[in-house]
Structures are given as structure tokens and as C-alpha cells.
């Protein structure tokens, strides 16, 4: 089994439950290089669960998770954390270790999976602080830093590996609009200049329409809808309407 030309993940009726409740009840979509695939729903729906499944973190009870060809829900353990080399994710909550440095938390993935020497690590953790723009703040620990500089902190960490995949579960949430939007520059900026792919989950629709090249609605453990940004706008599907209602009034109100 490998993934059809031109794509770098593929879900293939990923289904799981939990106990007796149903998740994921056949999730189905494909994701080319550099793009940028936002995953909407409703709070509770399984956005972070499927996240989580495509790190690996969580084998589906049936279905295949392809990633660069391989199925990883059938990987030794060995070459599944092979794969999860060219993958980062950035929690929601940054997930930073609160007794280490910024410099030491991006540090962290290269001293444990590479090779590498202690001045390569040294350069490339300078190297990600840059392009988070948190070149002075190195020496800062976690708790010293704002919500944003958290979360920018985390993608450098998620970075640090220089994958070909970047998870994002909810990288606005709890951010004001100055901050969000950095956040939001950053996601784009990785997919034009570092060819980066992103898988997004957000309830921000602001920040979802801007960085989105294309968008999926789970509802009821389904993709539901699985379309260009415009497409949404304009979509007959009752619940998509409902959900982006208030954000479709702003817009008209703006234009």
C-alpha cells in the first residue's frame, strides 16, 4: 500500500472508538506537499484525535494512516519513531518543559535523535530561535515568556528536526489578534520558503481562511466536506453553514 502520486499523508478509514462512543467512523483525505489543510468541526468532534493518530501516538482500530508511502499503524517501533523524525507537532498548550531554557527545550529532539555534535545543535537551535523571531529570549525559561512567545517557542521545537509534516492543534487559541496573526505569518512563511506541509486544527476562522489552502469539516466521525477555502463560504451542508454563520455575517458586513 502507498500513498497516491503526489501525496504525502493519506487517511484510509480511520476508525476508533473510546469505550462505547464512536470518534472516527471512516475518516478519509489526502494531503499534498506544501499544503496547508485546516480541519474544522465541533469541539469534541476528534480534530486532536486525529492528530495524535497521525504522530502515532494513537493506533486507529482499523483503517491506514500513510505517511511518505508507509502505513504507520504497521511500523516497528524503531521505524515509527524514524517517521516521527520528519514530523513536528505544536500542542496547544506549547507543552514546554517549564524547567528548561527556550534554547534547552529546542535543543531537547536533536540531542535525542541525532548525531549531531554539540555546536551543530548549538547552531541549529540558534537557527529556529531566528526564524520564530525569538532570537533574544534563549535564556528564558517558559513561565518568563508571553502566550505567543510560548507557542512560537513550541514551533521551534517542532522545527528543530526540519520536517517534511507539522501538526498544529489549536495555535491561536488563547492568543490576541497581534499574536495570533504572527502565528498564523509563520504557517504560511513554513510552506512558501521552508516547503513545509501543515495539517491545522482551529475553532479561529480568522485564522483558519488565512492560512488555509484547503479545509475539511469533521462531523460525526466523517470528513464531511472536504474543499477549497471559497467552497466553504458558499457551502449547502446545514451544520458547515450554521458553523461558519457568524464568520460569513462579519464578512459581509465588512465588504
Known sequence: ??????????????????????????????????EVLVILGLS?????????????????????????????????????????????MVYQTAALLSSMTVRENIALPLQELTEKSDK?????VEQKLALVDLAEAGDKLPSELSGGMQKRAGL???????????????????????????IDDLIIRLRDQQHVTSIVVTHEMD??????????????????????PAAFLTSDIPIVRKFLAIYSNREAHKA
Open 1 to 34: 500500500m502507498s500513498t497516491a502520486p503526489g501525496n504525502l499523508v493519506e487517511l484510509r478509514g480511520v476508525k476508533l472508538k473510546f469505550g462505547d462512543k464512536v470518534i472516527l467512523d471512516g475518516v478519509d483525505f489526502s494531503v499534498a506537499p506544501q
Open 44 to 88: 469534541g468532534g476528534g480534530k486532536s484525535t486525529l492528530l495524535n493518530i497521525l504522530m502515532g501516538l494513537l493506533k486507529p482500530e482499523a483503517g491506514a494512516v500513510l505517511f511518505k508511502g508507509e502505513d504507520i499503524t504497521t511500523l516497528p517501533r524503531p521505524k515509527l519513531n524514524q517517521a516521527r523524525t520528519h514530523m513536528g
Open 120 to 124: 551543530e545543535i548549538a547552531a541549529l
Open 156 to 182: 521551534a521545537r517542532a522545527l528543530a528536526l526540519d520536517p517534511e509534516l507539522v501538526l498544529f492543534d489549536e495555535p491561536s487559541a488563547g492568543l490576541d489578534p497581534i499574536n495570533g496573526k504572527l
Open 207 to 228: 485564522s483558519a481562511f488565512a492560512v488555509a489552502t484547503r479545509m475539511a469539516f469533521l462531523h460525526e466521525g466523517k470528513i464531511i466536506l472536504d474543499a477549497a
